[in-house]
């Protein structure tokens, strides 16, 4: 099965960038979407499609895909960013099978 | 408004079973396909099945296969996931998400509150 390694953690200082990784064989041949979730929620989309930003994600929110590494960068982090992060991707090799990474926590310092 | 309220969790003892609801308005739910996800507590995502628009197509995560069955009634606008056999490891926190309308790489953009599944005895 398709495997999605994230980073468990990342932290960055208040007005820096956040660069949060997501491995995967030749991932950049697949879509690649990710979520926010803060403490007690539901997950929320922030990019679709490796690069796409759905209405009302602010234009700090930025992804891209290449190779075996997709990439979520949030630039100016502000306090409010902090939570955790997850990639997902449809693994079709696998009866069409849903996978998320593990997850990386997002700390604002 | 799209909204996705989920209902049926509790606690159940090892080897029973529970269903699952989620009940959706705001949008045309017989042209998406639908997801189940769930979060063991202080865990991570995990997809646990999805099904096609018209419910010919369903897909499970290894782990549930035999055990859960995800169903749908488009009529009533709601998901069902018809968990058998369950085991402390399943529990978590269960999500219902919309997938895609066209495409079946689509994203989740739409997700319920989530209801708690527990298993113990």
């Known amino acids: 099965s398709y495997v999605l390694t994230q980073p468990p953690s990342v932290s960055v200082a208040p007005g820096k960038t956040a660069r949060i990784t997501c491995g995967g064989n030749?991932?950049?041949?697949?879509?690649v979407h990710w979520y926010q979730q803060k403490p007690g929620q539901a997950p929320v989309l922030v990019i679709y499609?490796?690069?796409d930003r759905p209405s009302g994600i602010p234009e700090r929110f930025s992804g891209s895909n290449s190779g075996n590494t997709a990439t979520l960068t949030i630039s100016r982090v502000e306090a409010g960013d902090e939570a955790d992060y997850y990639c997902?991707?449809?693994?079709?090799?696998?009866?069409?099978?849903?996978?998320f990474g593990g997850g990386t926590k997002l700390t604002v310092l | 408004e799209v909204q996705l309220v989920e209902s049926g969790g509790g606690l159940v003892q090892p080897g029973g079973s529970l269903r699952l609801s989620c009940a959706a308005s705001?949008?045309?739910?017989?042209?998406?396909?639908m997801s189940w996800v769930r979060q063991a507590p202080g865990k991570g995502l995990e997809w646990v099945a999805n099904?096609?628009?018209?419910?010919?197509?369903?897909y499970y995560v290894d782990s549930v296969k035999g055990r859960f069955t995800i169903s749908r009634d488009n009529a009533k606008n709601s998901l069902y996931l018809q968990m058998n056999s369950l085991r402390a490891e399943d529990t978590a926190v269960y999500y219902c998400?919309?997938?895609?309308?066209?495409?079946?790489?689509?994203?989740?953009?739409?997700w319920g509150q989530g209801t708690l599944v527990t298993v113990s005895s």
């Open positions: 998400a919309r997938g895609g309308a066209v495409v079946t790489s689509a994203e989740f953009d739409y």
């Open positions: 705001g949008f045309t739910f017989s042209s998406y396909w």
């Open positions: 099904i096609k628009q018209d419910g010919s197509e369903k």
């Open positions: 030749n991932i950049g041949s697949k879509s």
């Open positions: 499609y490796d690069s």
């Open positions: 997902q991707v449809w693994d079709s090799s696998s009866d069409h099978r849903g996978v």
